[in-house]
């Protein structure tokens, strides 16, 4: 049988991986006016939120559609602040990721709409991390649906078998695991930096 091909290519989830993020101040916020919304999960089932990180519904709507949780008036603009500012960076998995792309092909690869995509370029620049970026709301499919594993391979010129993705969710990794590439399902910076070693990877 023959050897598997040595990584080439880095790819990289951008939320739960490079940032972490703080839903509370925008719960708080639509509690404040009415919203019955307990957690992030009873926001997000509420709100066209596929649609927005397919790229189908701008920004605008998708804010409005916030809005409209509360029984009260709120502030478009004022949720619109608490959507942005949600984002703590990983320090060590942005040291990595840079490290990396030192000595391979580094990619991003994350379910996300126009205005976080903005807001982390203008804030942590993540548009400069790596050699380019695949957002979903560009590629008008999301993980963990083949065809933007598919988008990558074509935009970046990706042999399946020398690519390993790196992403919190299984059911992410195991889509990208369907195409032939590598996966490693990301807990924690130590853990994955193990991973990345096993599979060959020099990690700095």
């Not at 049988?1 to 739960?16: C, E, F, H, K, Y």
């Not at 701008?58 to 502030?75: C, D, F, M």
Request: proline letters at 4%; a neutral charge; one cysteine or more.
């Amino acid at each position: 049988m023959a050897a598997s091909p040595a990584v080439r290519n880095i790819v990289l989830d951008i939320g739960w991986v490079l940032v972490r993020l703080n839903y509370r101040p925008l719960i708080e916020l639509l509690r404040e006016h009415g919203a019955d919304v307990a957690d992030r999960e009873a926001v997000m089932s509420r709100i066209a939120l596929e649609e927005h990180e397919c790229g189908r519904l701008e920004g605008a709507g998708l804010l409005q559609g916030i809005a409209a949780l509360a029984r009260a008036p709120v502030s478009v603009r004022e949720v619109q602040k608490r959507w942005l500012n949600m984002f703590e960076v990983v320090p060590e998995m942005m040291a990595l990721a840079h490290r990396l792309s030192e000595h391979y092909r580094v990619y991003l690869l994350s379910n996300i709409g126009d205005l976080h995509w903005v807001q982390l370029s203008r804030e942590f620049r993540m548009h400069a991390v790596g050699h380019g970026a695949l957002p979903s709301f560009l590629a008008g499919v999301m993980k963990p649906h083949a065809g933007i594993y598919q988008e990558a391979e074509r935009r970046f010129a990706l042999e399946p078998a020398a690519t390993v993705f790196i992403d919190d969710r299984a059911d992410n990794i195991a889509g990208a695991r369907e195409r032939g590439w590598q996966g490693v399902v990301h807990q924690a910076p130590s853990s994955t930096r193990a991973a990345l070693a096993a599979l060959g990877v020099a990690v700095p």
